[in-house]
Structure formats: C-alpha cells, structure tokens
C-alpha cells in the first residue's frame, strides 16, 4: 500500500517545483524505509530544486519463468543480463524504473531495409518543437499509402525502437510509411513522453498537438493516405498513443498500446505511480480510445506496469449491448502462451484486441535483441498491429 501522507506530500513538493525532494520523498516510501521529516511537515534538503517535468522511467525487469521444472531467468528486455544503469536518470525502487544501460547504437542494417530511406526531420508549433525519423518504403506509389506514428519508451530513440520493433521491415512489405517522433531530455530527463500530465492529454496542446503536427506534416508532404493513419507505442509511448486515439479520433484509424496506460489514467507524479502499481489511481477519469478500434498487448508478469491497465485502456470502447467477444489461446514454439481476446461489434467488425501474453515481463513481445526492452520469445506485436491497423480506415 502507499502512504497517502508521503504521497500527499510529495504531490506538494511537486507543485512547489521541488522535484528531486518528491522524487527522493518517494524513492524511500516505496524502499518502505520510514517517512523522512518532509512527511511531518519539515523540509529535507537533497539537492537544488529543478524545474523540469518528472521522470517516469518505465523499464521492463528480469522476470522469473519455469521450464521443466526447473527455474529459467532470462530478461525480458533483451535476454541478456540487466545492464548498468545509466547515470542521471533516478530508479525508483520496488516499481523497477531503471534507466538504460549503455550499448552501441543499432547498426543500419537493424533499422532499414536496402533501398528504403530513414530521413530526419522537425515539427514545431506554439507547445514546442520535436524531431522525428521518417521511413520511406523503396516502391514507388501506385496510390496514397497508410502512415503509422510510432512513439518510443522512456530513454529510447527512434533508431533504437525501430531496431527493437523492426516496424520498419514490415512496413517496407506493406508499402507504408512509418513516423518516429523523439521525446527530448530537455521535454523529460528520462525521455518519457509526459502522458501523466494533465495538460499533455488534451487536444490542440502540449504533446499531443506535437505528435498531431508530425503527422500532420508527414500527411501533407508525402501523399498519405488520410484514411489510412495509425499510431502505437511501448510503455509511456503506448500512453502517448492511447491519448492520441482518445483525442485525434477523426485523424487516426486505429491505436496500438503496448504496456501502457489509459488516457486520464493519472494527471500527477503519485496518481501516475498508483496507476502504475495498481492499474488505476483512486477518482482517475478514464477516457476510452472509442471510436477508434484498439489493439492491445501487455505481458502479465509486466511489475512496471500493472497488467488491469491494458484492460483499462479498453474500457468502454464502444457500446457494450452491440458488442461481442471471443478468445483465442496458442503458443509460440518454443516461446511465450498467450491470450488474445477480439471484440467484435454486432455488424461483425472487429472493434479491438487484447493480447495477453503470459510470462512475458515490460517488453516489446516478439521484438528484435538489436534494440532495447524487447522480448523475443513473441507473439510478433509488431506483425500484429500492422495486421490489425491494415483491416481498419476511417472511411471503413
């Protein structure tokens, strides 16, 4: 349980622009060390205030699973051992908010396919400005082609998760474009898209107007196909996108969440953390993806973020008396069982899809070793979501 009196004070220390002391505030609670004096109302010093948005540095962990009868340890994120963390960026103990170990960049090979192209580019509007990576599939165009937006996990980049995805290989078989935008340090310390903050999940503001103007953009210079634009995300990126759908619902055709959270899943540092923890922050108004169909993966030994959010992410998600459901179980050889339930509506189109992927920790299902916080033991998110999204349009 967490105590309401540290979190209370830690959401003071927040406001008052006090970040390091909330920060620290929360790292003892959840160690379930004592309640430091800035609980009872005396204020510790740890450091010079900052005045930048918090971290929530979402990481998947080494998780725990039983082969013939005998415990097997892999991680998660890349089958490797668990890297070092990386300095500057805060663990939040118990929740398992690591930061990034260092690794070499991902070679080309691991992100583009021959003959495609990977471009940079810039957006910028009255909230900011952000970088983006583009793909540009090798064929030419016979008609306008689908975009999908694709926003990483907290110290990601857009080289690392379209290694990580391998988004960009698919994409080239499907003729599309795919668009990765890129969370700053300076936006957030950890690079997480700041999906917590009230005033980053709403329309025409903040982030979301950011990520609207990449596409936007890409839409307008590159011929895309409007009814054909789609948007995922990993972790605080699958937050992003849930907020995207939940708020841009006339410009994308459907969202892909991986291991995130509901729009209006939390509005603050400590409600984001319960939500985190608990799969809902106490009074969190939830705002479904409705009327955009919805795709769903979220591993079920996910200790980062609590597994009921992918469920929370699907609430509501259309009329629940026109609705119907049915589930399907498998294996990947040699890999992760899985759950996968389809929601069809009563004209017989498939509404959403929760995949439940069972072992399986805070990770990329089915992702590639050549980017960070995957896990190859599958099912294939990516051939998924771009399987899902291709049987979905706006004008559909």
């Known amino acids: 349980m967490l105590d309401q009196n540290i979190v209370r004070e830690a959401t003071r220390l927040t406001r008052a622009g006090r970040l390091n002391e909330a920060t620290a505030l929360l790292q003892r609670m959840l160690r379930g060390d004592a309640a430091p004096s800035a609980a009872m109302g005396r204020a510790v010093r740890v450091g010079p205030a900052r005045l930048e948005p918090p971290i929530l540095d979402m990481k998947a962990h080494v998780v725990e699973e039983r082969e013939s009868g005998r415990p097997a340890k892999h991680a998660s994120v890349l089958g490797h051992k668990r890297p070092a963390p990386l300095k500057g960026v805060k663990d939040f103990a118990g929740l398992g908010l690591r930061g990034l170990g260092r690794r070499a960049p991902p070679s080309t090979s691991d992100i583009v396919p021959d003959g495609a192209s990977f471009i940079a580019g810039t957006f910028g509007n009255a909230a900011g400005s952000r970088a983006y990576k583009l793909f540009i599939p090798s064929r030419t165009p016979g008609r306008p082609r689908p975009l999908i937006v694709m926003l990483h996990g907290c110290t990601q980049s857009p080289d690392d998760f379209a290694a990580g995805t391998r988004m960009n290989f698919l994409a080239e078989e499907q003729n599309c474009f795919v668009v990765y935008p890129e969370q700053p340090h300076g936006a957030n310390q950890a690079k997480c898209w700041n999906w917590f903050r009230a005033e980053d999940q709403k329309r025409d503001g903040g982030e979301p107007s950011l990520i609207a103007g990449i596409t936007r953009q890409i839409m307008r210079d590159h011929g895309i196909d409007p009814n054909r634009v789609y948007v995922a995300g990993l972790s605080a990126g699958g937050a992003a996108a849930a907020i ?44 479904a993806c409705s009327p955009v169909p919805t795709i769903v993966f979220h591993g079920d030994r996910d200790t980062t973020v609590h597994p009921d959010n992918g469920d929370r992410v699907l609430d509501d998600l259309g009329d629940a008396k026109s609705r119907e459901a049915r589930v399907v179980r498998g294996r990947v050889p040699d890999g992760h069982s899985y759950t996968r339930t389809i929601l069809t509506a009563t004209q017989g189109r498939d509404i959403s899809e929760h995949w439940s992927v069972h072992g399986a920790g805070h990770a990329w299902s089915g992702g590639s070793p050549a980017g960070s916080y995957t896990d190859p033991r599958g099912p294939d998110a990516t051939k998924e979501m771009l399987r899902f999204f291709m049987e979905h349009s706006l004008s559909g």
Do not use: F
Request: charged share 10%; net charge neutral.
């Open 244 to 287: 995207m759908g939940a708020t841009y619902p006339d410009l994308y055709a459907a969202v892909g969440v991986h291991s995130g959270l509901a729009c209006g899943a939390a509005s603050d540092l400590p409600s984001a953390l319960t939500a985190m923890r608990q799969g809902g922050a106490p009074g969190a108004t939830m705002k």
